[in-house]
T-cell receptor, first 117, second 113 residues
Framework: DAGITQSPRHKVTETGTPVTLRCHQT?????MYWYRQDPGHGLRLIHY???????DKGEVSDGYSVSRSKTEDFLLTLESATSSQTSVYFC????????????????FGSGTQLSVL | DQQVKQNSPSLSVQEGRISILNCDYT??????FLWYKKYPAEGPTFLIS?????DKNEDGRFTVFLNKSAKHLSLHIVPSQPGDSAVYFC????????????FGQGTRLTINP
């Protein structure tokens, strides 16, 4: 199993509060991703990173920010949590950026269940 | 705009029979298609993939078929086993540029004894 740890595993918070989710990897992979999973929508990309301090937006990035100061850590911050951000959040990693012309499958963490009340 | 669609939210199959999960896509430029399997309280795990230049890929009990003209792919599981009960996501990827996977909504497969 790929070495990916997400913390916390569960969190309950109130509307309007900031929340930070952490993803830590031990694989030294270049690419890291944050997805959210919601019924009827599958997995949707929030933000991704292709190196230290290099990040870009996904399809549902509004209300979220990310930071990557080290290869192994990718943080997702909800600046002011809303009830619509209640979801399961998954971090994923891959080394596909190091294989020009090829692709690599993603390895996912176990997820963080976030409830915004 | 949902580029990858799984129109069946759930599927129930008897143990030992064939399970067929379907997926449709709209972007003809996708280069690879992948299937992921997800158990409750776990992250998705890679199951099988297929290149856009092929029409079939087989791995044990799992076979993925690709029909490019119809923009349709399917995952066949035969014979189905109780441990196959999970949510299955299909995904597609463009090799050029940022290689971001686009996922379908998922299909919950239940294998009945």
């Amino acid at each position: 199993d790929a070495g990916i740890t997400q913390s916390p595993r569960h969190k309950v918070t109130e509307t309007g509060t900031p929340v930070t989710l952490r993803c830590h990897q031990t694989e030294n992979h270049r690419y890291m991703y944050w997805y959210r999973q919601d019924p009827g929508h599958g997995l949707r990309l929030i933000h991704y990173s292709y190196g230290v301090k290099d990040t870009d937006k996904g399809e549902v990035s509004d209300g979220y920010s990310v930071s990557r100061s080290k290869t192994e850590d990718f943080l997702l911050t909800l600046e002011s949590a809303t009830s619509s951000q209640t979801s399961v959040y998954f971090c994923a990693i891959s080394d596909l950026g190091d294989r020009p012309g090829g692709y690599e499958k993603l390895f996912f963490g176990s997820g963080t269940q976030l409830s915004v009340l | 705009d949902q580029q990858v669609k799984q129109n069946s939210p759930s599927l129930s199959v008897q143990e030992g029979r064939i399970s067929i999960l379907n997926c449709d896509y709209t972007n003809s430029m996708f280069d690879y298609f992948l299937w992921y399997k997800k158990y409750p309280a776990e992250g998705p795990t890679f199951l099988i993939s297929i290149s856009s230049i092929k029409d079939k890929n087989e791995d044990g009990r799992f076979t993925v078929f690709l029909n490019k003209s119809a923009k349709h792919l399917s995952l066949h599981i035969v014979p189905s086993q109780p441990g196959d009960s999970a949510v299955y996501f299909c995904a597609a990827i463009l090799i050029q540029g940022a290689q971001k996977l686009v996922f379908g909504q998922g299909t919950r497969l239940t294998i009945n004894p």
